[in-house]
């Protein structure tokens, strides 16, 4: 059976990617895949130090969840079962798509776990991996794909048109035709998986940045709303990832006219950048602004 690799407990891997390819590189995430690793973590919760807030709130929630230790039986060992991890196929597929291409049980007892485990955090999670995406899609523009693959985990590096995991790879992947789908994680975390025999596109799937203030309270800080104003604090907190101005106005109560007053204000201090995406006009936080709100 085909599996998900960590790549430095099951095998180091080599993936080539070259012209067609290269082209067909994309970012997307999984509401499975995060609802599986989600439940993988329960296992062992001291690897996953991170999530420990969100580990004591889920273990209160497990009694009855049918299917639950077989699940958890299928995740025993380093290596996952990628038949429980489709590659997404649009850049945000739904749950009810993704749980599609699984197998009716698994399908099931994973739909359980989400609506009990990840639906109540999903909006939170989902601003992690927007704005990661939307980190990574402007290095893209200003730097191309090698920055990008230089900055996805620590053990991942770029040289010659192959993408390596792990210092001495022993694994092989021919991606050179149907390419590699990026996809930012938060249950992920602290390793880089990837598809070691795809069928069609590949899939690498790494930490999210930002992953470590996730479960943090998500309240305006008091005294950033001292140093900019409360408005302008609040802004930045909504803006975890990218938001037009009409969204900003309708979350802050006040007219599209006053947020981009504020943005204007908060551009200048090279907290906030705007990019044009289509028709939508989408603001977000820079790294100095994460730096200021931690």
Avoid at 160 to 184: Q, S, Y
């Amino acid at each position: 059976m085909a599996a998900v690799a960590w790549n430095g407990d099951v095998v180091a891997v080599w993936v080539r990617l070259a012209g067609v390819g290269l082209a067909k590189v994309r970012f997307a995430y999984s509401p499975v895949f995060e609802t599986v690793m989600a439940v993988d973590g329960l296992r062992t919760p001291g690897a996953h130090a991170v999530h420990l807030p969100w580990v004591r709130w889920a273990r209160e929630r497990l009694d009855g969840i049918d299917g639950l230790d077989t699940l958890l039986a299928r995740l025993e060992g380093p290596a996952k079962p990628a038949d429980l991890m489709p590659v997404p196929d649009v850049r945000m597929p739904d749950l009810d798509a993704e749980l599609r291409q699984v197998a009716r049980p698994e399908a099931d007892v994973i739909r359980r776990c989400h609506d009990r485990l990840i639906a109540p955090h999903w909006k939170r999670i989902t601003a992690v991996l927007e704005a990661d995406i939307a980190a990574r899609a402007a290095t893209l523009a200003d730097k191309g794909v090698e920055a990008v693959f230089h900055d996805l985990h620590p053990e991942v590096t770029w040289a010659d048109g192959e993408l390596v995991l792990h210092r001495k790879p022993e694994h092989r992947v021919d991606l050179a035709e149907h390419g590699l789908v990026l996809c930012p994680s938060v249950f992920c975390w602290p390793k880089a998986w990837i598809a070691i025999d795809p069928v069609g596109q590949g899939v690498l799937r790494y930490p999210a940045r930002g992953i470590g203030t996730l479960w943090e309270d998500r309240g305006t800080p008091d005294d950033l709303a001292a140093l900019i104003g409360r408005t302008r604090a609040h802004l930045l907190t909504l803006l975890e990832a990218p938001k037009s101005t009409t969204d900003l106005a309708a979350a802050l109560g006040v007219t599209a006219g006053a947020v981009s007053q504020h943005i204007g204000v908060l551009r200048a201090a090279r907290l906030v950048t705007t990019r044009r995406e289509g028709r939508h006009v989408l603001h977000m936080r820079t790294t100095r602004a994460d730096a200021l709100l931690s």
